[in-house]
Structure formats: structure tokens, C-alpha cells
């Protein structure tokens, strides 16, 4: 990008990046850092009042999203026609959770994945949701890892490639993620993006 982090005077990042309300873009460790030792109130540079911080934009998000879900779980609404009041609710969830994505927190951006991946709210889209796990991966969340693996694998929303889900499916199985291991496993057995190897599914 050509910018420094005006908190730690290093280069930008593609990703985890934090961009507030005022426009300036830090990276969001550094706006984190910040939150922990007690600036939580303006922009280092122009003194604009700071968002809400990530970890509490997704607590709300996920209470409001909770709410809708077990509306349409009780069969009370549907997600391809909400009602007003909860269509309200669920828009408000994912404000909140692309303000905290934008903020560079993870649980977030995989959330947004899984939205799109699954067409909860939102129309399908495979791109979108590989766009948001793939954000979420590669700051090491271990579910996104897995789902990102899943899409390469289907080539659905990214380009199929066995190769690259078994890659994703081993950095979530060296975390200790069961679906990860599991998947990884059945890469092994079958012989799909890595060397056949009844001895390595096993374990």
C-alpha cells in the first residue's frame, strides 16, 4: 500500500487492517494494543471519536443474529423473507460484524464466511464467503481454515484445487481442530491433493 501504521511506523498489511470512522487506517494489532492500554476513546492522529471495539461489535452482532435464528429455528420467519423487525435485526448484526471485520477480528470475518457459504439472510455466494474465510485463515482461525479447505476442494467460489484445501485442512489439524484432522485424514486416505498414505490417515 505504500503507507505506514502511524502507531508502529511499519508498513501496512493487506490484512488485519483497522480502518475508523475518520479514514485512517491502522493495523489492527496496533489499534488493539491501544484499547489495552487504555486509549479507547479518539484516533491516535485526529482525535475522532473510536468505534466500539471489535470484540463488542461482535458480541452484539452475534445477539442480534441470535435472536433472528431462533425466530426462523421456531419456523416463526424464514431467511429468504424476514420481516421488518427482524430483517432490522439481522441488517444491524451485519453492520456490526463487518465494522468489527474492518477492525481485522477474526471470529468476525469468519461469521460473514459462513453467512454467505450458507445462504443464512443472504443469497449464496461462494466468492464472498472464501473472500471472508480466507481473511479469517489466514490470521490462523482454525473453522475458517476448514471451510476455506472445503471450497477449494468443491471449487466452489475459488478455484478447485485439492493441493490447496488439503494446505488449509493441515494448518487447522496442526491447531488441533477435529474437522480439520478429519478432513486431512480422508485427504490421506484417498489420495486427493497429497500423497496416498493409509499410515498418515490413520493417524
Known sequence: MGQECSICLNPLADVSLCTLECTHVFHATCVTELRNFGVTQVCPLCRTPLPPGPKQLHEDSCQRFSAVKQKVEQGKVSWSDLPPESKGEYDAAMASW??????????????????????????????????????????GHPES??????LAQKGHGIAQSDAEAVRWWRKAAEQGQPNGQHSLGIAYANGQGVGQSFQEAAR
Do not use: C, I, R
Not at 461469521?111 to 443469497?123: K, S
Open 145 to 150: 481454515q476448514v471451510n476455506l479447505g472445503a
Open 98 to 139: 463487518k465494522a468489527a471485520a474492518e477492525q481485522g477480528f477474526a471470529m468476525a470475518l469468519h461469521n460473514l464466511g459462513y453467512l454467505f457459504d450458507h445462504g443464512l439472510g443472504v443469497p449464496p455466494n461462494g466468492s464472498e464467503a472464501a473472500k471472508w474465510y480466507k481473511m479469517a485463515a489466514t490470521q
